[in-house]
């Protein structure tokens, strides 16, 4: 987030979201939209609240998943991941890349599982929600200022 700089201090005021979005949840697709002005080649993410920004730009080439063994939305873009078709008939859509990553090392995995911390080994991902369904617990909405 952006704070508000007063006489060369950082306050704790945030700026108002007409001027700079919150970089939370929606807010994140808005700054790229509004700074980029074009859709980003990559977007990356690893929490829920990023989930607006993966999905946000249809024209991304490439969308990169931190795989944090997260159930609700993020299962679904962990089950595209594990369903690309990678021939060229596909070449047109976004490609979802799912990134496994070792929480005990802190390192990233060359696989798509993670190892959770205090684990041995991979844990199975988490099932994406059903139709309809939100897909678990969402974060708070944030409040503008």
């Known amino acids: 987030m952006r704070v508000v700089v007063d006489d060369g201090r950082l306050t704790t005021r945030v ?7 919150v970089t939370y949840r929606q807010g994140k697709a808005d700054l790229i939209r509004t700074r980029l002005g074009r859709p980003p080649l ?4 690893d929490a829920l ?3 607006e920004m993966l999905v946000g730009f249809p024209a ?3 969308r990169l998943v931190i795989n944090r063994n997260k159930g609700g939305l ?14 060229a008939s596909t070449a047109a859509k976004v ?3 799912l990134q496994g990553r070792d929480e005990n090392r802190c390192a990233f995995r060359p696989s798509r599982a993670t190892v959770p911390f205090g684990a ?3 844990r199975p991902l988490a099932a994406p929600p059903a139709a309809g369904q939100s897909g678990g617990a969402e974060p708070p909405a944030l409040q503008a200022p």
């Open 49 to 51: 609240t990023d989930y």
């Open 95 to 97: 490609r979802t890349l």
């Open 15 to 21: 700026p108002a979201p007409a001027d700079y979005p």
């Open 120 to 122: 041995t080994g991979p």
């Open 42 to 45: 990559l977007v990356a993410g």
């Open 60 to 62: 991304t080439e490439v």
């Open 74 to 87: 993020l299962a679904g873009l962990y089950a595209e991941a594990l369903a690309v078709d990678t021939s």
